[in-house]
């Protein structure tokens, strides 16, 4: 006698396989667009030197490149977190995302400087619509005891966007594809951002906030007008010989900032959702945490953009050779990272982020030791120990500054927080991609040719790096306002502002 058995599946689990396969879909599709973002600023400081050459760009031009991006994201975060709370997370997303893939190719087909500069500034600004959504919607999409796994995932593709940027975009300059030279480190985004957005409409969910806050549009007018009257003189004062209109624009930033601050202080007593909760800021750690983002982010712009034109201009390597001269900064902030956040920090506390502050600064002083000694003929292999003693004190840093800043905040301020930490990093990012102009070219005479050129490029590579070091020193000195021992805040990377520090810390790798 046989007895069989028949599996049959009910309409309910069916529909339970279906909506858990849809998920899985819409974190590859959300994960994807962070990676493309994040690959996306990484890749471009590699290929400045082959834009600068091809296009004839100023080098205030190729300061915006860089600044003006980091600027619009910045201007736009929180408020592109806000929108999709109240209009809808998918629908942001897919707007970010489309209008993203349409700057890129803007960029890759810009006729002159000028035009790549503005494409990259909408670039930012479509990017801040976009990546404000994409843990908003994992926080909607994923249940509690999911998350931990989740954001695991985050974490290695945050680390691998932060070593494959600079090589993807050293192999697609090289390659050379099609004679587009530079074009395409910004055209491989129009293949993924199309899927990306086709998927995305099929596969996301929607979600909104259940009680979301108002939109703070003059706060946003007034941080970004204030911050281009500071930045757009710092960065064509040098070639236009300082004129004065720069100093009383550089001057009136103040007053525009002042006039955030007041109308911010309204805003907060008329409907409790200004753009900046000023509140925060009597925490005394957050204030501290703020000042050491905001400062991190100076010395971050300045070195990245300086060391690029170092090994390309100064030192004549090729794309790739500097590409992969950057490995083992990449691989050392991995490694540093993971060990702070799982076990140093929760048993020794700020000090280390501390002993990070002082070792980049070590990693530095060697670097300009180094540089010095081996002058013009030094070799990607004698880089190498500055840069994994820069990278591991970078990582000791970067990881476990968001929970030390946020340890103190109120719960029913940590969204708030979180938004602002990331925006004011990349405001610093911004102020020192424009300081470029005064620590490094403002070192360089003009009318120079190779291989004097060189050789200037050199010394003021040089230069520049005891300004960062200076930055570092007063990093270490701000950080004794921050918790002894912060607590840990699995929450406080999903908030109104999204994907936070998990991407935009590693950002200017490379």
Not at 196 to 223: H, N, W
């Amino acid at each position: 006698m046989t007895s069989t058995t028949t599996s049959s599946t009910t309409p309910e689990s069916a529909a339970t396989a279906a909506a858990d396969r849809r998920r899985w879909f819409a974190l590859a599709i959300v994960m994807t667009a962070a990676f493309m973002d994040l690959v996306d600023v990484t890749i471009v400081n590699i290929a400045i030197p082959s834009i600068q050459k091809d296009t004839g760009a100023s080098f205030s031009s190729i300061q915006w490149i860089t600044a003006g991006y980091a600027l619009a994201f910045a201007a736009g975060l929180i408020t592109g977190g806000r929108l999709g709370d109240i209009h809808g997370r998918k629908k942001l997303f897919l707007i970010g995302i489309g209008g993203f893939t349409l700057a890129s190719a803007l960029c890759g087909f810009a006729a002159n400087p000028e035009m790549l500069v503005a494409s990259r500034i909408l670039q930012g600004a479509m990017a801040a619509m976009m990546v404000p959504q994409v843990l908003s919607i994992v926080h909607a999409t994923f249940p509690a005891h999911e998350r931990g796994k989740v954001f695991g995932l985050f974490g290695a593709v945050v680390g691998l966007g932060a070593v494959s940027g600079p090589l993807l975009g050293a192999l697609l300059t090289e390659w050379n594809l099609f004679g587009l030279e530079w074009r395409p480190i910004f055209l491989i985004n129009l293949p993924v951002g199309i899927a990306g957005l086709v998927l995305g409409i099929k596969f996301i969910s929607e979600s909104k906030a259940p009680k979301a806050l108002k939109l703070d549009l003059v706060g946003m007018v007034l941080v970004t007008l204030g911050l281009l009257m500071l930045l757009y003189p710092l960065t064509r004062g040098r070639e236009l010989g300082w004129p004065l209109w720069g100093h009383l624009s550089m001057a009136g930033s103040i007053l525009v900032f002042a006039g955030l601050i007041a109308y911010e202080r309204m805003k907060a007593r008329r409907d409790g959702s200004p753009l900046i909760e000023l509140s925060l800021f009597k925490v005394k750690s957050f204030a501290a945490g703020i000042a050491v983002q905001a400062t991190f982010g100076v010395g971050l712009g300045i070195f990245f953009l300086v060391w690029t034109l170092y090994m390309q201009i100064g030192l004549g390597w090729s794309a790739l050779r500097a590409g992969l001269t950057g490995v083992p900064f990449s691989i050392a902030v991995s490694v540093a990272a993971g060990m702070s956040v799982q076990k140093l920090v929760p048993r020794f506390g700020r000090k280390v982020l501390q002993a990070g502050a002082l070792t980049m600064v070590a990693g530095l002083l060697i670097y300009i030791w180094e540089a010095d000694r081996y002058g013009m003929g030094i070799a990607p292999w004698q880089m190498a120990l500055p840069l994994v003693v820069m990278g591991l004190g970078m990582g000791l840093i970067v990881a476990p500054l968001t929970d030390a800043v946020l340890s103190e905040v109120p719960k029913e301020h940590s969204g708030s927080a979180s938004g602002l930490i990331n925006t004011v990093q990349q405001m610093g990012n911004a102020l020192g991609l424009g300081l470029v102009s005064v620590v490094f070219f403002g070192s360089i005479g003009d009318d120079l040719v190779p291989p004097q050129l060189n050789r200037a490029f050199v010394d003021g590579f040089q230069h520049s790096l005891w300004y960062v070091a200076g930055v570092l020193a007063v990093i270490f000195l701000v950080m004794f306002a921050l918790p002894a021992k912060p607590q840990q805040h699995v929450e406080g990377a999903v908030d109104e502002a999204g994907l936070l520090d998990l991407t935009k810390d590693a950002q200017p790798v490379g």
